[in-house]
């Protein structure tokens, strides 16, 4: 198993440009998780994922949009960035409610 | 909100000496979790506590989760230069849908 996979590992936008961070699993797993980590902080919850079809808004939502089409893919849209995205964002999957959850690599976006 | 403190926010050891985080939250806690992240790295699950006053052991680590399931602590015994990283605990509710983070501890080791 890959486990939880991300792209691209890096990144550079110019202010008001768009991308989408992508995000696959191959765990099965129904919960799955968007978080973005400013250097030398915690974790802030952006989207999380209880199944396909559904999403719900986390702690720092705003400026980001998701979809969940389908149990393994958990895109995260960014629109208009903006210097205040610059951070390094995970995407996470966890089996069931309770359970410990299993990390991506992470993406490195910069906006400049 | 849910929200989950964690201290100390730094902290510097020689190697051979050991190192303690601790970790609380604003409201009682169904489970709670602990991961590591090496520098440049992604966080890394190693253990999780469920019940009140429960004690586990990882080699040098132990764990602890208090009598209210409300705070955490990590203890490394006799660090070595491979425990350097940003511990992290977190805390799921009565939902179980959520981990919420504390901020973590970030911890170096001289050798």
């Known amino acids: 198993n890959a486990g939880v996979t991300q792209t691209p590992k890096f990144r550079i936008l110019k202010i008001g440009q768009s991308m989408t961070l992508q995000c696959t699993q191959d765990?099965?797993?129904?919960?799955m998780y968007w978080y973005r980590q400013d250097p030398g902080m915690g974790l802030k919850l952006i989207y999380y994922?209880?199944?396909?079809?559904?999403?719900d808004k986390g702690e720092v939502p705003n400026g980001y949009n998701v979809s969940r089409s389908t149990t393994e893919d958990f895109p995260l849209r960014l629109e208009l960035a903006a210097p205040s995205q610059t951070s390094v964002y995970f995407c996470?999957?966890?089996?069931?409610?309770?359970?410990?959850?299993?990390f991506g690599p992470g993406t490195r976006l910069t906006v400049t | 909100g849910q929200q989950v403190m964690q201290i100390p926010q730094y902290q510097h050891v020689q190697e051979g000496e050991d190192f303690t985080t601790y970790c609380n939250s604003s409201?009682?806690?169904?489970?709670i979790q602990w991961y590591k992240q090496r520098p440049g790295g992604h966080p890394v699950f190693l253990i999780q506590?469920?019940?009140?006053?429960e004690v586990k052991k990882q080699k040098r680590l132990t764990f602890q989760f208090g009598e209210a399931k409300k705070n955490s602590s990590l203890h490394i015994t006799a660090t070595q230069t491979t425990d350097v990283g940003t511990y992290f605990c977190?805390?799921?509710?009565?939902?179980?849908?959520?981990?919420?983070f504390g901020e973590g501890t970030q911890l170096t080791v001289n050798p």
């Open positions: 996470a999957s966890m089996g069931g409610q309770g359970y410990e959850q299993y």
């Open positions: 765990m099965n797993h129904n919960y």
């Open positions: 994922s209880v199944g396909a079809g559904i999403t």
């Open positions: 409201t009682t806690l169904s489970n």
């Open positions: 506590l469920v019940k009140s006053g």
């Open positions: 977190a805390g799921h509710g009565t939902s179980g849908s959520r981990l919420t």
